[in-house]
């Protein structure tokens, strides 16, 4: 084997592991600080998310900005909420933030946000609003969350013995923007329309 050839086999096994360390580096800064995946365990947001989804998480967004009505978002379990000893994240919808009033239900058993109805045209087939009435003021730095699949979420509803059921904004690991897997189900994780036609609080 000619010298150069030699040369060049030894400088790619002395790069190598170089290079693998690197994108070990890369890969892990990327999950810590910009997206992480998330595993769909529970039918609680069905049929948005199904048991078995895979969802990419933006880790960064709320660095800029608070979580909005109607994004899908990962968080922290409040202790209160006694999510066990593994504690593992949740996946909720965010349906009112800080000082949104939320009320359940009208005479037609539907949520109301600031005094407007909130269509939710996302509701797993033959579920209401919330069998379960309430009436929070959210707090600032606050948000109140539900799943899709109301009548399997324990959600904001079950915890209003404690901060009336919201979490803090702090407790949000990101916002789920997009399902990856199975490929069958694959898509984005958009808002939907009905909350484009609630209004600011009042006098916010």
């Known amino acids: 084997m ?12 002395v790069e ?32 948005t998310l199904l048991i078995n989804d895979r969802v990419l998480v933006n880790k960064m967004i709320y660095r800029f900005r608070e979580p909005r009505r109607g994004e899908v978002v990962v968080f922290v379990p ?68 539900l799943g899709d699949h109301r009548s399997s979420s324990a ?6 013995d404690h901060a009336d059921g919201t979490i803090p904004v702090d407790a949000v690991v990101g916002r789920a923007f997009v399902i990856f897997w199975p490929f069958s189900h694959v898509g984005t994780l958009s808002v939907p329309k009905g909350y484009e036609a609630i209004p600011a609080p009042s006098g916010g």
Not at 16 to 28: D, G, H, K, N, T
Not at 32 to 45: A, D, E, H, N
């Open 155 to 160: 959600d904001s509803r079950f915890h209003t």
């Open 16 to 47: 190598l592991p170089i290079l693998l360390l690197v994108a070990v580096i890369v890969a892990v800064l990327v999950r810590t600080f910009l997206v992480q995946t998330f595993y769909i365990p529970s039918g609680s947001m069905e049929t």
């Open 78 to 145: 409040p202790k209160q909420w006694d999510a066990g000893p593994a504690k593992d994240d949740y996946i909720k919808r965010v349906v009112a933030v800080g000082g949104d009033k939320v009320i359940c239900c009208d005479s037609s058993g539907r949520i109301t946000i600031n005094g407007r109805v909130l269509q939710e045209d996302y509701l797993y087939e033959d579920d209401v609003p919330s069998s379960q009435p309430f009436d929070v003021s959210v707090p600032p730095g606050r948000l109140f969350v």
């Open 2 to 13: 000619p010298e150069t050839s030699r040369r060049k086999q030894r400088s790619f096994w």
